[in-house]
């Protein structure tokens, strides 16, 4: 490994530096190991992958990460193998100070100064501007009202039909408590002009959701058409506003939602890709945290062990794969629970309402609050080129995927989500 010091950063690398994009190595001043023994600073790892699958900075968690030589799912497994790392670049990494930087994408100095909106950092000021104010949206600021007075400065809201504007405005304005020591963030109109001055932006527009008993077996994919051409407008809005913070998206469906978001922000006016648009990392998809919701429901009668030993993974509909105990797996066990689960919004819809009130709060408001306070949550995030739902936290070093002991059954059955999510998303978008 190479060691280098830039702008009171310590830089780790596999290569000499002269071989990685966009660097002009005079900035670079070489460092012995024993300088890094004894440095407290932040540490990056430099790589070269191919951008369209690697997202521009992670979270270096564990000793495998640092020898990345293509973002797969694998990430999500922890492997046993031996590698001669220096036992202060361990240390470091076991504290989640270790962070990776791509150098492919033009813009990777930026990950260098970039830290993620986190309450834990400073409480109280973070902006969250919310898209969309019908059943999830109205919903979900609701949920942030209530919940996020300690942490949330502002919740702008938007929407095209000016009286839902209105009503939000009433509406949660008007939720207090006599207690007036309590804090409860300001609900505030927004203009369309005004949607990226913010710390979150969260998107909740959704066209094409069908009428109760006018649904097909999994609702989502339907809307994905009218949902992909009006999120694309937002996507390259963020482009042309140089958003830096996260782009949050619960309409369905999410995954493939979340990488329309990343092609249509990264892509130029000819459609050619440069990325210079939202990193990857930035981009989030909330959808699965209902998914566990309802997992947890079900599993009472069916799997007891999922409540602590048991994870969900994948989509927020087709492709969702519940596992009863990533120690103890029991493929029967965990089929019949993925089922009952992505099968519960029709049995909502059967008893004839629309299922959207566990959606907009558990993905939604819950879900967006434990990862704005570092907290572990279920959210798709960028691995390999996909969006793909799992257990993952915002760490100083950047997103941190939850990295298992997973047996071969389970992981080819993740792998087979994976595929079904790429190849849906290459399928509907041809047409």
């Keep these: 490994m190479y060691y280098y010091s830039f702008k009171n950063n310590l830089i780790v690398c596999h290569q000499d530096i002269n071989n990685y994009n966009n660097v002009k190595a005079t900035d670079f001043k070489k460092v012995s190991e024993d300088y890094c023994c004894n440095f407290n600073g932040n540490i990056f790892v430099l790589f070269k992958l191919n951008p369209l699958n690697s997202r521009r900075s992670f979270c270096i968690n564990n000793e495998k990460l640092l020898y990345l030589e293509k973002e797969t799912l694998d990430i999500l497994r922890e492997l046993n193998k031996a590698y001669k790392t220096p036992n202060w670049l361990i240390s470091k990494i076991r504290?989640?100070?270790?962070?990776?930087i791509n150098t492919e994408y033009p813009n990777w100095k930026d990950s260098l100064n970039h830290n993620f909106p986190c309450m834990y950092n400073n409480k109280s000021c973070l902006n969250i501007n919310v898209v969309g104010l019908g059943d999830v949206g109205g919903t979900l600021i609701t949920g942030l009202r209530l919940l996020g007075g300690e942490f949330i400065n502002k919740i702008g809201i938007y929407d095209k039909d000016i009286n839902k504007l209105k009503r939000w405005n009433f509406e949660?304005?008007?939720?207090?408590?006599?207690?007036?020591?309590?804090?409860?963030?300001?609900?505030?109109?927004?203009?369309?002009?005004?949607?990226?001055?913010?710390?979150?932006?969260?998107?909740?527009?959704?066209?094409?959701?069908?009428?109760?008993?006018?649904?097909?077996?999994?609702?989502?994919?339907?809307?994905?058409?009218?949902?992909?051409?009006?999120?694309?407008?937002?996507?390259?809005?963020?482009?042309?506003n140089d958003f830096k913070g996260i782009?949050?998206?619960?309409?369905?469906?999410?995954?493939?939602?979340?990488?329309?978001?990343?092609?249509?922000?990264?892509?130029?006016?000819?459609?050619?890709?440069?990325?210079?648009?939202?990193?990857?990392?930035?981009?989030?998809?909330?959808?699965?945290?209902?998914?566990?919701?309802?997992?947890?429901?079900?599993?009472?009668?069916?799997?007891?062990?999922?409540?602590?030993?048991?994870?969900?993974?994948?989509?927020?509909?087709?492709?969702?794969?519940?596992?009863?105990?990533?120690?103890?797996?029991?493929?029967?066990?965990?089929?019949?629970?993925?089922?009952?689960?992505?099968?519960?919004?029709?049995?909502v819809r059967a008893v004839g309402f629309k299922p959207y009130i566990a959606p907009a709060l558990s993905s939604g408001t819950i879900s967006i609050l434990d990862t704005l306070n570092g907290n572990w949550n279920y959210s798709a995030t960028f691995i390999g080129g996909n969006f793909f739902g799992c257990k993952n936290r915002l760490t100083e070093a950047g997103v941190e995927v939850e990295a298992l002991q997973l047996s071969d059954e389970i992981f080819i059955?993740?792998?087979?989500?994976?595929?079904?999510?790429?190849?849906?998303?290459?399928?509907?978008?041809?047409?």
């Design 413 to 431: 059955k993740l792998q087979e989500t994976y595929d079904l999510l790429q190849n849906t998303y290459s399928s509907i978008t041809k047409h």
């Design 95 to 100: 504290k989640s100070k270790v962070t990776g």
């Design 172 to 240: 949660c304005n008007a939720i207090a408590s006599a207690d007036t020591s309590l804090n409860f963030p300001s609900i505030i109109p927004l203009e369309e002009k005004d949607l990226f001055n913010c710390d979150v932006f969260v998107f909740c527009v959704s066209v094409g959701v069908p009428k109760v008993g006018d649904e097909k077996e999994d609702v989502r994919i339907t809307q994905f058409k009218g949902n992909h051409n009006i999120i694309k407008f937002y996507a390259k809005l963020a482009r042309k």
């Design 247 to 347: 782009f949050a998206v619960v309409s369905d469906p999410v995954d493939l939602l979340c990488k329309s978001v990343f092609q249509c922000s990264n892509t130029d006016s000819e459609g050619h890709w440069d990325f210079k648009g939202l990193a990857p990392e930035q981009i989030r998809g909330y959808g699965l945290g209902v998914m566990n919701g309802r997992a947890l429901y079900y599993s009472k009668d069916i799997a007891p062990e999922y409540e602590t030993e048991g994870r969900a993974f994948g989509p927020h509909g087709e492709g969702l794969f519940i596992v009863n105990s990533i120690y103890n797996y029991n493929e029967q066990l965990s089929l019949l629970l993925t089922e009952r689960t992505k099968k519960a919004n029709l049995e």
